[in-house]
């Protein structure tokens, strides 16, 4: 029987039916790679970070629904997005922990996907100095200030505060062109047999009068005159990072004040706690007192 032309043009019907089946599953199988198997690429540095430092951890391949923070020593710290769209998280390591091999676990939460990734992270010792610095009774006295303790509460408060942008732009800037007379870290007896404490922030030696300039770009959260700290400035730099100049002669800001990299704050005084004029300055990351030094050496 010769076909008629409609049977001729009337193709099988199977194979077009396993086409979508098939397109389904392959999209399928895409869309669960993409949003459960990607891999997270973790950097950190340094790789045995020294008393004072701070712990820099990177994650390249998070995509934007995943949520990341990381747990050390009973802390939980956040991870940003950097201008390079990784993510990043900044821990510090203070003077006085103890110098050995500590847990950190970063927790990674997402769409049907939850991982814990642990490392280990030695902490080096500094080897920090010790000297003994005695102060005259007239100082030793400030600590019994009336104002002292009221004083303490306001640094503590300015400390803990906590916006998530950086503002702060590549290396930080000595605050005063002068000598560090006493380094971060070492310790201290201010007087016979009272107990030795760490330094928390880095001495720099000026003349009386000299400019402070702000290490970096920030919001000043605090200036005032303190019986302890002398003329004080603690200056914002947002994600946890703070910088605190103190034993100011003059303050040259006011509080809510942005400041750029270099700008003058004050001149150097030798108010409160202090034998000789210089700036005592201080880093702070996530409250805790760390090394500024290292923060003119590397970048964060
Ligand atoms: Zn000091």
Not at 147 to 161: N, Q
Request: aromatic fraction near 12%; hydrophobic fraction near 40%; glycine fraction near 8%.
């Amino acid at each position: 029987m010769i076909p008629s032309p409609d049977n001729l043009s009337t193709p099988p019907q199977a194979p077009k039916d396993i086409f979508p089946a098939v397109g389904c599953f392959l999209v399928f199988l895409i869309l669960i790679k993409v949003f459960l198997f990607y891999s997270l690429i973790i950097r950190y540095e340094p790789d045995s970070p020294r008393q004072g430092q701070a712990l820099k951890i990177e994650i390249r391949g998070a995509p934007p629904w995943s949520r990341l923070a990381c747990r050390f020593k009973g802390k939980t710290y956040p991870f940003y997005i950097t201008p390079h769209g990784t993510r990043r998280a900044l821990i510090p390591i203070f003077a006085e922990w103890k110098p050995k091999t500590y847990s950190l676990e970063i927790e990674e939460s997402g769409w049907l996907r939850w991982r814990w990734i642990d490392l280990k992270i030695p902490i080096s010792d500094a080897d920090f100095p010790r000297r003994k610095v005695y102060l005259p009774t007239a100082k030793m006295a400030l600590f019994s200030h009336p104002e002292a303790s009221k004083a303490r509460e306001d640094m503590l408060k300015a400390l803990a505060t906590i916006t998530p942008t950086q503002l702060w732009k590549g290396t930080f800037e000595m605050p005063v062109q002068g000598k560090v007379t006493s380094p971060y870290g070492y310790l201290r007896q201010l007087s016979r047999g009272a107990p030795w404490k760490s330094h928390l922030g880095a001495d720099l030696g000026a003349r009386k009068g000299s400019e402070v300039t702000a290490a970096n770009e920030g919001v000043v959260v605090l200036a005032a005159r303190l019986p302890l700290q002398g003329g004080v400035v603690i200056i914002n730099h947002g994600q946890g990072v703070l910088s605190a100049y103190m034993h100011m002669s003059k303050i040259l800001i006011q509080e809510n004040e942005f400041i750029r990299k270099g700008q003058r704050i004050g001149l150097v005084g030798s108010e409160g706690l202090s034998t000789a004029p210089h700036l005592h300055w201080g880093l702070y990351l996530w409250q805790v007192p760390i090394d500024p030094l290292e923060w003119t050496k590397h970048e964060f």
